[in-house]
């Protein structure tokens, strides 16, 4: 199993919350952003399936995008629990 599936599991609920208020300030567009399709299909799913996953996002299998996608999801989630982490701190 990846390392984003297994971080995105062992999520709990409040980081969960953080992150989709964080990943909302972007962009106001929710039905459009991927990442956050990637996201929900991976916090729903029992067992990733990349092909699967790529297939239901895109349409086919582009393996490149799909990467693109994974890391950029990956970054994301680690500075949502950073800024977390940061304003846990200073409060």
């Known amino acids: 199993m990846g390392i984003l599936y297994e971080s995105i599991k062992q999520m709990s609920i409040d980081e969960v919350k953080q992150f989709k208020i964080y990943a ?7 039905d459009s952003r991927k ?9 729903k799913g029992t067992e990733p399936d990349d ?5 239901k996002i895109y349409g086919t299998e582009d393996t490149k995008a799909f990467a693109r996608l994974k890391n950029r999801l990956g970054e ?3 500075k949502s629990l950073i800024i977390n982490a940061f304003d846990d701190k200073n409060v």
């Open 51 to 55: 092909d699967g996953v790529a297939r």
């Open 35 to 43: 990442d956050l399709a990637l996201f929900d299909l991976y916090r």
């Open 76 to 78: 994301e989630i680690s």
């Open 24 to 30: 909302s300030r972007a962009s106001q567009n929710k």
